[in-house]
């Protein structure tokens, strides 16, 4: 081999050699001014943690409030509500908003049983020591949680909103029939509503019967690929809000095609984010053109 063809095929393999060989600096990638605030523990021992993401313009108008989105399981889901908000408002369809992870402090937690625990307003499979605590997670809600981040931050009382996928969508549709006006804007992601033999419909019945007017927006979702059984029963809960008109519930509800459990939840949180916000969005439709 002449050494023509030998400093050619050297430059080949240098060419196609793995990216570490060629390394640059990489811009630290993270959400804008996240932020963690740690609960003292509860009666109940719970010791709860916040995650906290403030919108870009935060920090340039100090006289400016902003609306506020809880979000159940805040160690899966804070990321994802941040990261479409970020991008719903770029797209002025929603204004900016503060995110409020919901989630626990501590190392090597098991989130699916600290989630039953407060996550579901009825027992699961047991006698109600490691479940079926909903009501206690919502007063900690109404008296600790809400108050502190409101005391701590410019956020708009007035447009509050809860979302939450599988449990965490059942506690917001148990939020809203418990205590409707502490948020304006409800979304549930493919909740659990049959859990407990359908407890949430008889739950819902009592509320309509109740003769209390609901003012809130609610966005509610289920992944077309679902069990039969829980597709079924998310489709049943819809004809039931369906049924009942109440008049002053601005209510959506949608068959994401094609997805199981988890993969709609960001299509849900997309969509509903868009639902709820509607009334605040600083433009609608089609972008204008250019």
């Known amino acids: 081999m002449n050494r ?3 400093v050619m095929v050297v430059s080949l393999m240098l060419a196609f050699l793995p990216v570490k060989a060629q390394q640059q600096p990489v811009a630290k990638l993270s959400i804008p001014n996240p932020q963690t605030l740690t609960l003292p523990a509860t009666e109940q021992g ?3 943690q916040l995650y906290v993401a403030l919108p870009e313009s935060y920090g340039k108008d100090p006289t400016r409030r902003y609306p506020v989105v809880y979000v159940t399981d805040g160690y899966w889901d804070f990321v994802k509500i941040s990261a479409i908000g970020g991008s719903l408002a770029y797209d002025r369809v929603v204004p900016e908003f503060i995110t409020i992870g919901l989630g626990y402090s501590g190392a090597n937690l098991n989130y699916g049983d600290l989630r039953r625990w407060e996550l579901s307003p009825v027992p699961v499979g047991d006698s109600g020591e490691n479940s079926g605590h909903a009501a206690d997670f ?4 109404k008296t ?3 108050p502190l981040v ?9 447009h509050r909103v809860l979302a939450g996928s599988s449990l965490g969508g059942l506690f917001a549709l148990y939020t809203m029939l418990n205590s409707p006006d502490l948020f304006q804007g409800y979304i549930a992601a493919t909740p659990a509503v049959t859990l407990g033999d359908d407890w949430l419909f008889r739950y819902e019945d009592q509320f309509a019967k109740s003769g209390v007017t609901l003012h809130q927006r609610l966005y509610m979702t289920v992944g077309g690929n679902e069990s039969p059984a829980y597709l079924n029963g998310i489709i049943r809960f819809n004809q039931r809000l369906a049924a009942r008109r109440y008049p002053d519930l601005a209510y959506e509800f949608r068959i994401i095609e094609g997805e199981r459990h988890s993969g709609g939840v960001f299509e849900a949180y997309t969509r509903g984010l868009r639902h709820v916000f509607l009334p605040l969005a600083p433009e609608s439709g089609p972008a204008p053109g250019t």
């Open 150 to 158: 409101d005391k701590g931050y410019r956020t708009d009382p007035s």
């Open 138 to 141: 919502l007063r900690v809600l």
């Open 4 to 6: 023509l063809l030998i």
């Open 46 to 48: 719970r010791h709860y």
């Open 144 to 146: 600790q949680i809400i």
